[in-house]
């Protein structure tokens, strides 16, 4: 692979939305599927709609996130999926331990939330989950994609580091050019073994201003890729249409004349 040539960095996956990114040594892709656990988990702030027999996508503010509850970065998650356990430390020291595949489990964690969290909630926070749903800002079964090369644009255009899991991203990439993957949207692309179809850009919400490190809002990025390029959006959503085990420097194939 020529340094130059279009090629995946990082991958990662966020098993309960809102909480930390894992990342992960490869990804095996299923067509019409996320990335395994990817977002299979999420925490309702107080009463929800969200129906585990009858599974549907609902808009984010149902849940606890980043673009109200800047605060959950403060916390540092590990999740294990054999068996589905979820642990919290805070400040290196294990605060919250617990099975979400069981209702013990389940409370423990949320017994944490009520207090850590008591003054961004709505009522009891409620782990919620079913089989085969994914959590995502989108109704699509789908990857998330971001460029290096345009977080450097905005590095630039900002004067400071931007730390690309401030995107949430799922694929990492880098050696395309910057915003080249706008290019992308309703064509398919190959990324190693696998084949995807880019059907969207991202539109960026106020989680973004979150440092995921620090968990303190100090930056606006919407407003200010709207002030730069007219548009508030960063990162593309691609569908899964031949599936593959993908691992970092596997290489990027754009669409042909992109």
């Not at 809102?18 to 988990?41: C, F, I, K, S």
């Not at 389940?106 to 009891?124: C, H, T, V």
């Not at 995807?196 to 919400?205: A, Q, S, Y």
Request: glycine residues 8%.
């Amino acid at each position: 692979m020529s340094t130059n040539e279009p090629h995946v960095t990082a991958l990662y996956r966020y098993p309960v939305k809102g909480l930390t990114p894992e990342r992960l040594d490869d990804v095996a892709l299923t067509p019409g599927q996320t990335v395994p656990y990817d977002r299979a988990y999420a925490i309702e702030n107080g009463p929800g709609r969200f129906n585990p027999d009858e599974p549907k996508h609902l808009p984010k503010i149902n849940f606890l996130m980043l673009m109200r509850n800047e605060r959950l970065a403060t916390l540092e998650t590990h999740f294990d999926t054999e068996t589905e356990t979820l642990t919290i430390l805070r400040a290196g020291k294990q605060v919250a331990r617990g099975q979400l595949s069981t209702k013990l489990g389940r409370n423990m964690i949320e017994q944490f939330l009520a207090a850590y969290m008591k003054s961004d909630l709505r009522g009891a926070p409620h782990i919620v989950q079913a089989p085969g749903h994914s959590f995502s800002d989108v109704a699509k079964k789908c990857v998330h994609i971001v460029n290096l090369a345009s977080v450097r644009e905005l590095e630039r255009i900002s004067g400071r580091k931007v730390d690309p899991l401030r995107f949430r991203p799922n694929i990492i990439i880098d050696g395309a050019e910057p915003w080249s993957e706008f290019q992308w949207v309703d064509k398919d692309i190959g990324v190693g073994p696998a084949k995807l179809h880019v059907f969207t850009r991202t539109e960026r919400c106020d989680a973004t201003n979150v440092d995921p490190s620090t968990a303190q809002r100090d930056m606006s990025i919407p407003a200010l890729l709207l002030r730069t390029y007219g548009h508030t959006d960063f990162g593309i959503y691609a569908t899964v249409k031949g599936g593959g085990t993908l691992s970092p420097g596997h290489v990027v194939r754009p669409p042909a004349n992109s």
